[in-house]
């Protein structure tokens, strides 16, 4: 069963383009949700080379992009449903080729064509729109849309504080068909006991049961973390010729 997760939900107005233009009036600067590019660097890095055509859903007025930019990446493109937002980004970075923005609804790209992105990366906006009415339609959407956009083998990577139980079931429907890793880290500042977290750990990628939940003897270290989910397109034509071309299991086909 898909519901909203309300209770992680600070206001239902998340959903709203509204809310968010009043929002980035009010405040201007910049604003990183969760976590930092450089707390995130290893995990982008793994899964999205540098030359890769990033598109950034619901980008905000957060710094991660630049800092891709800073860090090699040639070419983002950036999409927030905010048009003051979209503004204010396109007149801070219109000297920086490498990064685009165009005033976008997730839940309608049609602007672009069909796997236009080798990565599409999302810290926030999957949540935001669960927050609002119409959440698992709002989601379903979306999330089609992202899997239109991305090529065959490319890379949907999530960022959230949404656990297994209350994202798998969007992720992991089978029209997508996506081999999903999660990945687990801290809030920035989170220490247990005064020690430092502990990074290899988070380098690592959580077993997931075969119902895509936690193993029952997971213990989160900081009961806030947030979740990394990495979403592969699997290309089908080459996972079946593939398999057509092993004798040893043509005949399983
Ligand atoms: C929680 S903020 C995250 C911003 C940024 N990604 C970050 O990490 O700081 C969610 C963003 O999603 C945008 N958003 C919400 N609904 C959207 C939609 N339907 N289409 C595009 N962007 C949307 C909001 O304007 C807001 O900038």
Redesign the pocket.
């Known amino acids: 069963m898909m519901l909203r997760d309300v209770s992680a939900c600070n206001t239902y107005n998340?959903?709203?383009?509204l809310y968010?233009?009043a929002r980035?009036v009010q405040e201007g600067g910049s604003?990183?949700?969760?976590?930092r590019y450089s707390a995130l660097h290893p995990f982008v890095r793994r899964y999205v080379p540098t030359t890769s055509k990033v598109l950034?859903?619901?980008?905000?007025?957060?710094v991660?992009s630049e800092d891709m930019v800073k860090d090699g990446y040639e070419e983002i493109v950036n999409?927030?449903?905010?048009a003051v937002?979209i503004d204010m980004m396109k007149k801070k970075y219109e000297h920086v080729p490498q990064m685009k923005y165009l005033q976008?609804?997730?839940?309608d790209m049609s602007f672009f064509p069909d796997e236009s992105f080798d990565a599409v990366i999302?810290?926030?906006?999957l949540?935001?729109?669960m927050c609002?009415t119409n959440a698992p339609i709002?989601a379903a959407q979306?999330l089609g849309e992202v899997n239109r956009l991305l090529k065959n083998g490319g890379v949907y990577m999530l960022?959230t504080y949404g656990d297994p139980t209350a994202r798998m079931p969007h992720l992991s429907r089978s029209v997508f068909n996506w081999k999903i890793e999660l990945y687990i880290i801290p809030r920035p500042g989170f220490q247990k006991h005064g020690d430092p977290p502990n990074v290899k750990s988070c380098l690592e990628p959580i077993p997931l049961t075969e119902k895509g939940l936690l193993p029952a003897d997971y213990v989160m270290a900081d009961p806030d973390s947030h979740f990394i989910y990495i979403c592969k397109k699997i290309d089908e034509s080459v996972e079946l010729s593939s398999k057509s071309t092993d004798p040893l299991t043509a005949d399983l086909l």
């Open positions: 998340y959903g709203d383009a968010w233009d980035y604003f990183d949700w969760y976590q950034m859903v619901g980008c905000g007025n957060a991660m999409v927030d449903i905010s937002a976008m609804d997730v839940r999302d810290k926030g906006t949540d935001s729109l609002g709002c979306m960022i």
